[in-house]
T-cell receptor, first 116, second 115 residues
Framework: AQSVTQLDSHVSVSEGTPVLLRCNYSSSYSPSLFWYVQHPNKGLQLLLK??????LVKGINGFEAEFKKSETSFHLTKPSAHMSDAAEYFC??????????????FGKGTHLIIQP | KAGVTQTPRYLIKTRGQQVTLSCSPISGHRSVSWYQQTPGQGLQFLFEYFSETQRNKGNFPGRFSGRQFSNSRSEMNVSTLELGDSALYLC??????????????FGPGTRLLVL
């Protein structure tokens, strides 16, 4: 079964400094991995996804993530935080359904706080 | 293209009642998935429908059911509501051609409060 662990429930950075949100996953198959962002009272928006192509994935708003199979990690980074980045971030793992499997499995989320 | 729409956006029910939530996917998308989001359990997968058939199912009791119509619109039903069913219910759509690899596009959610 697939699972995903977001290592930090809260991350606080100053505006203009780098952002690192950590994610480890577990999967029996070659998974697809995603990062979604949820702003308050809004739905989920895709930031980026990995589906077995390039291991360094670039997403929207300057975010990127690197798939490291040996470490089973998919950490999200951004060189310079902006106030508008304050939100909840979800790391997601997905495997092709195998007769009643799990669909998307979400991490518990990381709340990103941006200090002025 | 219009995004995923969900109705109603807010709902208040009492224990024991039943509720039906609706989701209209992005035009051309044939897969609709439902998720429950609560502060305690986070985001959990309920089920996925593709071409009017349930293709995938999460670990929820039988009180949670769904269906999909020929136009890909989907409804989710919860019977005999419990206080613990209070949550944000999110619907997501995708083309459905590459199950497990596709981007899912989420609606704004329906916030259900059970009293």
């Amino acid at each position: 079964a697939q699972s995903v662990t977001q290592l930090d429930s809260h991350v606080s950075v100053s505006e203009g400094t780098p952002v690192l949100l950590r994610c480890n996953y577990s999967s029996s198959y070659s998974p697809s991995l995603f990062w979604y962002v949820q702003h308050p009272n809004k739905g989920l928006q895709l930031l980026l996804k990995y589906t077995s192509a390039a291991t360094l994935v670039k997403g929207i708003n300057g975010f990127e993530a690197e798939f490291k199979k040996s470490e089973t990690s998919f950490h999200l980074t951004k060189p310079s935080a902006h106030m508008s980045d304050a939100a909840e971030y979800f790391c997601v793992v997905s495997e092709p359904p195998r007769g009643g499997a799990d669909g998307l499995t979400f991490g518990k989320g990381t709340h990103l706080i941006i200090q002025p | 293209k219009a995004g995923v729409t969900q109705t109603p956006r807010y709902l208040i029910k009492t224990r024991g009642q039943q509720v039906t939530l609706s989701c209209s996917p992005i035009s051309g998308h044939r897969s609709v998935s439902w998720y429950q989001q609560t502060p305690g359990q986070g985001l959990q997968f309920l089920f996925e429908y593709f071409s009017e058939t349930q293709r995938n199912k999460g670990n929820f009791p039988g009180r949670f059911s769904g269906r999909q119509f020929s136009n890909s619109r989907s409804e989710m039903n919860v019977s005999t509501l419990e206080l613990g069913d209070s949550a944000l219910y999110l619907c997501a759509s995708s083309s459905g051609r590459l199950a497990g690899q596709e981007t899912q596009y989420f609606g704004p959610g329906t916030r259900l409060l059970v009293l």
